[in-house]
């Protein structure tokens, strides 16, 4: 399956933003899908998963509350709404797939990557 992120821009702390990623590609509904972030000089780290039937959901402690990632297996589609947002959600927000399998909160367990959109929040 091929991924492509969109929906990132510049918005002011406090702001929202929601993130799209479209899959290309058959059986998309057996695919785990997650959100990842990497912000300059950091490691990748985890912000937000869903299982292939939408039933189970995953969130970072530090996004907790404030966002939300849904999957259309109609329309091949994972968002992630982004709401109250503040300066250290800034990063490139990339989405992640892996086939028939369970959430997880390492990258390495991930196949399928999109190529990643920037989230600037300003103070």
């Known amino acids: 399956v091929q991924l492509q992120a969109s929906g990132g821009g510049l918005v002011q702390a406090g702001g929202s933003l929601k993130l799209s990623c479209a899959a290309y590609?058959?059986?998309?509904?057996?695919?785990?899908m997650a959100w990842f972030r990497q912000a300059p000089g950091k490691e990748r780290e985890f912000v937000a998963a869903?299982?292939?039937?939408?039933?189970?959901?995953n969130y970072a402690d530090s996004v907790k509350g404030r966002f939300t990632i849904s999957k259309d297996n109609a329309k091949s589609t994972v968002g992630l709404q982004m709401n109250s947002l503040k300066p250290e959600d800034t990063a490139v927000y990339s989405c992640?797939?892996?086939?028939?399998?369970?959430?997880?909160?390492?990258?390495?367990?991930?196949?399928?990557w999109g190529q990643g959109t920037q989230v600037t929040v300003s103070n």
């Open positions: 869903i299982m292939y039937d939408g039933r189970s959901t």
């Open positions: 590609g058959r059986s998309f509904s057996s695919y785990t």
């Open positions: 992640a797939g892996r086939y028939n399998n369970w959430i997880s909160l390492n990258p390495r367990q991930y196949d399928y």
